[in-house]
């Protein structure tokens, strides 16, 4: 508890201070969709893709700011993070001094894996939403082997597994042809999860 309270007053005073308060950090070059619009396959196909940060230099990293800033909310993005088996190590280490975030496309996230997450101190997760119809959203992720509701499993996973003061949203990843009534959908949608 007093640790929380440290981190919530190093947290505060950078706010206060107009102090970074923020980092998000790409930990994998590697997912499990292709979306329209996003970096991953142009660089897959083209071959720029390099190898992870292992633990150490990520942890490394992590103190750096630490050291610089003291506590602040640490998002654990790149192209889908939760590929990483040591997922769970990585957020168990920043969540030492930080507040601990993760950005996922929600699609391989189990009951175990969401369990996982949160005993190793997630405080919350935002989960990407490209669309509420499955048929559209298979055509925004280019992959057929998921779909809408595998990113909904997974919110409601996170939902369902959250500790007290963990909290799931739901981000809208919208694209040009998306429409008011999708919109609409995807917010029904999220509120009857509770996300």
């Not at 998000?24 to 070059?29: A, F």
């Not at 990585?90 to 996230?109: D, E, F, K, Y």
Request: negative net charge; proline residues 4%; aromatic residues 8%.
């Amino acid at each position: 508890m007093i640790q929380e309270l440290k981190k919530a007053l190093s947290f505060s005073a950078n706010w206060a201070l107009s102090r970074p308060f923020y980092a998000s950090l790409d930990i994998t070059n590697h997912c499990n969709l292709r979306c329209e619009g996003c970096d991953f396959p142009i660089l897959l196909e083209k071959g720029n893709l390099g190898k992870d940060i292992p633990t150490e230099g990520l942890e490394e990293r992590i103190n750096t700011l630490n050291e610089a800033f003291g506590s602040l909310v640490v998002v654990f993005a790149g192209f889908e993070p939760t590929v990483r088996n040591d997922l769970p190590e990585l957020i168990s280490m920043a969540s030492q001094r930080n507040l601990v975030g993760v950005v996922t496309n929600g699609t391989l996230i189990t009951e175990a894996k969401a369990e996982d997450y949160w005993n190793a101190g997630l405080l919350f997760a935002s989960v990407s939403m490209p669309a509420v119809d499955d048929q559209r959203f298979k055509e925004i992720v280019q992959v057929q082997k998921y779909g809408v509701n595998d990113v909904k499993g997974a919110i409601e996973t996170l939902v369902g597994t959250a500790p007290r003061f963990g909290k799931v949203a739901v981000t809208a990843t919208i694209d040009n042809q998306t429409t008011p009534g999708e919109m609409e959908s995807l917010v029904a949608y999220a509120k009857s999860a509770k996300a």
